[in-house]
């Protein structure tokens, strides 16, 4: 498969959505649990139970938002089409599943239940199965990130940002189902902060794009500018 095919430049967008998209579940999810980790008995009889090992679920939280805050990281690299920016995206799937799991399981000991964390997790995987897929001989010929330095994985940085943006905005409506106790929903917090983030980001999303496009048409008229001359001579 040909690095600059549509097949493979699609792949790549869809596998940088993805690791964005991941990233930021992930860092969200790490701020979210916050609440619980440190105030475990504030939350009624569902929360309580956390009490017991109040300091693993605290270290559940660090490591969830240092591991987000490198899924962007790996992300970004994702779209420079940097070294080693494949190999480093795996590293930090495969340290949001093992932690994810291990969350999971400690969660589902202590109060029989782990929501909301499984919805992050289950994410995190899937995302990792996709990039494993990529290495599929025929499939990693084209995809390969390192070689993917173009304006296709730039469309997809500036997507990537409107779609975390989006997210943030909406994350209090999504995730409802899985924060709310006692008819409060606990998704809907850090609002001004949330709001901030996610207009800046959907806003630097479409500045991207806007700016990749007028660049691309930019080129587009000199090289018909110089097409011009040509035939003229």
Same mark, same amino acid.
Request: hydrophobic letters at 45%.
């Given at each position: 498969?040909?690095?600059?095919?549509?097949?493979?430049?699609?792949?790549?967008?869809?596998?940088?959505?993805?690791?964005?998209?991941?990233?930021?579940?992930?860092?969200?999810?790490?701020?979210?649990?916050?609440?619980?980790?440190?105030?475990?008995?504030?939350?009624?009889?569902?929360?309580?139970?956390?009490?017991?090992?109040?300091?693993?679920?605290?270290?559940?939280?660090?490591?969830?938002?240092?591991?987000?805050?490198?899924?962007?990281?790996?992300?970004?690299?994702?779209?420079?089409?940097?070294?080693?920016?494949?190999?480093?995206?795996?590293?930090?799937?495969?340290?949001?599943?093992?932690?994810?799991?291990?969350?999971?399981?400690?969660?589902?000991?202590?109060?029989?239940?782990?929501?909301?964390?499984? *919805?992050?997790?289950?994410? /995190?995987?899937? $995302? !990792? @199965?996709? =990039?494993? #897929?990529?290495?599929?001989?025929?499939?990693?010929?084209?995809?390969?990130?390192?070689?993917?330095?173009?304006?296709?994985?730039?469309?997809?940085?500036?997507?990537?940002?409107?779609?975390?943006?989006?997210?943030?905005?909406?994350?209090?409506?999504?995730?409802?189902?899985?924060?709310?106790?006692?008819?409060?929903?606990? *998704?809907?917090?850090?609002? /001004?902060?949330? $709001? !901030? @983030?996610? =207009?800046? #980001?959907?806003?630097?999303?479409?500045?991207?794009?806007?700016?990749?496009?007028?660049?691309?048409?930019?080129?587009?008229?000199?090289?018909?500018?110089?097409?011009?001359?040509?035939?003229?001579?």
């Amino acid at each position: 498969m040909s690095n600059n095919s549509f097949f493979a430049k699609t792949l790549r967008f869809i596998g940088i959505l993805l690791m964005a998209f991941t990233g930021g579940f992930t860092l969200l999810g790490g701020i979210g649990t916050s609440c619980a980790a440190f105030n475990p008995t504030g939350f009624g009889e569902s929360m309580a139970p956390l009490a017991k090992l109040q300091w693993l679920y605290i270290l559940f939280v660090l490591s969830g938002i240092a591991i987000g805050v490198y899924g962007i990281r790996a992300t970004i690299m994702l779209v420079k089409g940097t070294d080693k920016s494949y190999r480093n995206a795996l590293y930090v799937l495969t340290a949001g599943v093992v932690v994810g799991f291990v969350h999971i399981y400690i969660s589902r000991m202590l109060r029989g239940s782990s929501m909301p964390v499984d *919805a992050v997790v289950y994410t /995190t995987l899937a $995302t !990792l @199965v996709v =990039f494993l #897929l990529f290495r599929i001989p025929y499939l990693w010929n084209g995809v390969n990130f390192e070689n993917g330095k173009n304006n296709g994985n730039r469309l997809a940085g500036g997507s990537a940002a409107i779609l975390l943006g989006v997210f943030t905005l909406t994350i209090q409506y999504t995730m409802s189902s899985t924060h709310t106790w006692g008819n409060i929903n606990y *998704a809907d917090a850090f609002n /001004t902060t949330m $709001t !901030l @983030v996610g =207009f800046t #980001l959907v806003l630097s999303g479409v500045g991207y794009l806007v700016r990749l496009s007028d660049t691309g048409i930019v080129k587009k008229i000199s090289l018909l500018k110089s097409q011009y001359k040509t035939l003229q001579y």
